[in-house]
C-alpha cells in the first residue's frame, strides 16, 4: 500500500520509492532493495503499476527503472486510502479516542 501511495504523486525510482515510504510511515516501515522490487514485481504482474520509458523523467539515469501506477493501480490506492480515511474518521468519533470528547 505504501507503495502505491508513493506512487500517487506521480513516477518514480526504485530508491526513491525506498525513501518515500520510510518518510511516510514516519520510520516504522523500511523495505531493502528485495522487499522493494519483489514487491514491485508483484504490482507489475498484478497490472497495478507500470514501467515507464519516458527518458525525459530518466533525467540521463539509464539504470534507474521508473514506475507509474496505471488506472487500476490508482483506482485501487484512491479506493484503500478512503477506506483507511473512514476508519480513522469512525476512530474519533468514539469517545476517549484520539482527543474525542469523553
Known sequence: MYLLLALLDGENHGYALMRLV????????????GT???TLNRLLA?????E???DAAR???????YYRLTQDGERVAR?????LRAIVH?????????????
Open 46 to 50: 498484478d497490472g497495478l503499476i507500470r
Open 36 to 38: 522493494l522490487y519483489g
Open 59 to 65: 533525467s540521463g539515469n539509464e539504470r534507474r527503472r
Open 90 to 102: 469512525r476512530f474519533r468519533t468514539i469517545p476517549g479516542i484520539s482527543g474525542a470528547p469523553a
Open 52 to 54: 515507464t520509458t519516458d
Open 79 to 83: 479506493t484503500e486510502l478512503d477506506r
Open 22 to 33: 520510510d518518510e511516510q510511515s514516519q520510520g516504522s516501515v523500511h523495505m531493502g532493495p
